[in-house]
């Protein structure tokens, strides 16, 4: 029996956490290809280092329900956040908790408000499409999850009219309530995302998310030369490999565990943290992505080099995205944005 994912998970009960388990922790089926043996190797390493994380943040939080950002405060969560603090630490760095507190009942008034027929029925359609190989938002399930993420969605999309809802939030909603368990956290912190960190990812032009592609392109230019040639002499665009990067932020990309590692650094550092992990993937693979030798090729190479264990072992890929790309101020970002943007309105 594997005890590994109890330490993960914050749980008790070893027997519902196995990693051999068909189902994991947080509800996903695995696939039928899934390598129970190179994951149970991994994580028989990664639990020394869940247990030792674990004690430090113990000791951080001292049983408090606050935390002041510093230095330590971002180093720790860099090293990744126990999945027992993730909500509450999430909720603090994010400025969700500050939200939610200066706007008591607001998020239960919004439910209770007349609704948007037209809004209602777009987040009706995509209920059964959203992860379909997870348990817990199965109809079946109880409780079923459909429901919280409807009411979450629905409250959202009257919150921020300009928005409203577009497929991807979806799938991040759906995240946050498993880690938070919470409808109103969960709502609070798909608006510090939507609102604050990915400003303009998900309006009607998405013209947040157009921008951050092309800068992303830009940056591949400065960091990984090679693979921006080899791109620009297939005429192959930089949204067809990676707007679902941006989109879904790594989910269904990356392995669940990766993922919310990346997002305890979004949470607290920023969009930056998604340059970060989209110039480790290519820069880590750029002899791979080469070998390609046209456009279909280089769009399969971009597919596969979202899988295997460089991925999988989430806390050494976490320590490559702080290395791998090197220098990248915000004030690089920055300038890059207001450039791509305008090329981006240019286009219409």
Known sequence: MSVSQTFLHGQTDPSACLTSAKVDSYGFERPEDFDYASYEAFFSRYLVVLTRRAIKWS?????NKSIQKSLKVKRYIRKGIPNEHRALIWMIVSGAQANMEQNPGYYHRLLEEEKNDKLVEAIKTDMNRTFPDNVKFRKTADPCLQHTLYNVLVAYGHHNKAVGYCQGMNFIAGYLILITKNEE??????????????????SPAMLGLKTDQEVLGELVKMKVPAVAELMERHGVMWTLVVSRWFICLFIDILPVETVLRIWDCLFYEGSK????????????????????????????????????????ECHSFMQKIFTDPGSLPMATINKLRETCREKVLSQG
């Open 273 to 312: 943290i998604i340059f970060r992990v989209a110039l480790t993937l290519i820069k880590q693979h750029q002899a791979f992505i080469l070998e390609a030798t046209n456009f279909p090729d280089i769009c399969d190479k971009f597919k596969q080099i979202t899988k295997g264990t460089f991925v999988t």
């Open 59 to 63: 000791k951080l939080l001292k049983g």
């Open 185 to 202: 956290e969960s709502f609070w912190l798909l608006d510090a995302l939507i609102g604050r960190i990915l400003p303009d990812y998900y």
